[in-house]
T-cell receptor, first 114, second 114 residues
Framework: DAKTTQPTSMDCAEGRAANLPCNHS???????VYWYRQIHSQGPQYIIH???NNETNEMASLIITEDRKSSTLILPHATLRDTAVYYC???????????????FGTGTRLTVIP | SAVISQKPSRDICQRGTSLTIQCQVD?????MFWYRQQPGQSLTLIAT?????????ESGFVIDKFPISRPNLTFSTLTVSNMSPEDSSIYLC???????????FGPGTRLTVL
């Protein structure tokens, strides 16, 4: 699986949109972009994933560039509870041996400021 | 979604002993994984737990040190054998559910080896 590059940390004012970038310049055509977050002392939480098109759910939006070499996770109205480490990973689907090549990088530590 | 429970939630063990961690899911899942998260680090995949057959281990992890069982589609165990202080970590169970292939994580087991 392709590796990703994320900023080490970011701050965001409460109530504002948090935009978390991720570079995945070596992504392959069959690899998805997944986002997770981990709040201190808890297991990672799934946020959203996508292949080519932009995606939106109740938690966030995922914007993937046309060349798929980068993406942005958007939390539209950040709250203090969104303070966490956010991981961007790229992966093939879960069939066959693809799941054996997962790579969680160091992520972005997002701090939402009151 | 999938509700995942792990037992124990935390333990403090002596060097040279073994600990078995249990993972229970509230519904049948297609895939189960075990991860390790050392202090201040990202997640590292240990192995894929295969139902009815031997687990598939990632580079750097071996069956003698981390034996895994998966007797059915909702339960798995990970044993950390002959523990040393370097095994102190959070151990996380993770599952993938069809049809959307979302991946969910358990709350983790915090292991401290003295």
């Amino acid at each position: 699986d392709a590796k990703t590059t994320q900023p080490t940390s970011m701050d965001c004012a409460e109530g504002r949109a948090a935009n978390l970038p991720c570079n995945h310049s070596t992504i392959s055509g069959n690899e998805y972009v997944y986002w997770y977050r981990q709040i201190h002392s808890q297991g990672p939480q799934y946020i959203i994933h996508g292949l080519k098109n932009n995606e939106t759910n109740e938690m966030a939006s995922l914007i993937i560039t046309e060349d798929r070499k980068s993406s942005t996770l958007i939390l539209p109205h950040a709250t203090l509870r969104d303070t966490a480490v956010y991981y961007c990973i790229v992966r093939v689907g879960f069939s066959g041996s693809g799941a054996n090549n997962l790579f969680f990088g160091t992520g972005t530590r997002l701090t939402v400021i009151p | 979604s999938a509700v995942i429970s792990q037992k124990p939630s935390r333990d403090i063990c002596q060097r040279g002993t073994s600990l078995t961690i249990q993972c229970q899911v509230d519904s049948q899942v297609t895939m189960m994984f075990w991860y390790r998260q050392q202090p201040g680090q990202s997640l590292t995949l240990i192995a894929t737990a295969n139902q009815g057959s031997e687990a598939t281990y990632e580079s750097g992890f071996v069956i003698d040190k981390f034996p895994i069982s998966r007797p059915n589609l909702t339960f798995s165990t990970l044993t950390v054998s002959n523990m040393s202080p370097e095994d102190s970590s959070i151990y996380l169970c993770s599952v993938v559910k069809a049809p959307d292939n979302e991946q969910f994580f358990g709350p983790g087991t915090r292991l401290t080896v003295l």
